[in-house]
């Protein structure tokens, strides 16, 4: 089901419910669907000017608004993706992400330098704010 648009004078909040009611069983999470109907209110009541400006700070980096809650407990949020014509988070296992960069480095991640990891998986992702998100599970399991 489209996830359904704004209508004029609708308040971010009945707008939420409205959108949760239409799409909720399509999501695996509560969170998830959440995330979605408030970046779809957010973006539809954006002036055209201030969407630009929004678009001009990510410099092509699309992230939902209540991301960081979207996946469940073990997945980390690496932006969104499509599925099924649909714009959903890209949850993927954080093991799986540790050992990508542990091999991508060739070091034991608990040798991996904060600055160096942020730079370097800013620059992977694409964010700031992901990268600090993914050093930190390396940080919190491995202790660099």
């Known amino acids: 089901m489209p ?4 209508t004029s004078g609708e ?3 009945e707008y939420v419910g409205r ?4 799409i909720a069983s399509e999501y695996d ?7 979605i109907c408030i970046s779809t209110y957010q973006r539809g009541t954006m002036s055209k000017s201030t969407q ?3 678009a001009d700070k990510l410099a092509g ?10 996946c469940w407990e073990g997945y980390i949020a690496i932006g969104t993706k499509e599925k099924d014509g649909r714009e959903v988070p890209n949850c993927v296992p954080a093991d799986e992400e540790m ?3 542990e091999e ?6 608990a040798e991996y330098p904060w600055d160096e990891c942020v730079l370097e998986q800013t620059d992977r992702y694409g964010s700031k704010d992901i990268a600090e998100k993914v050093c930190g599970m390396i940080r919190s399991k491995y202790g660099s």
């Open 19 to 22: 959108c949760m009611h239409e």
């Open 29 to 35: 999470t509560n969170e998830q669907a959440v995330a």
């Open 99 to 101: 050992k990508k960069i």
């Open 3 to 6: 996830i359904p648009k704004p």
């Open 52 to 54: 630009e400006r929004v």
């Open 61 to 70: 980096v699309h992230l939902l608004a209540g991301l960081e809650d979207a």
């Open 104 to 109: 991508m480095k060739g070091i034991s991640l």
């Open 11 to 13: 308040s971010q909040n």
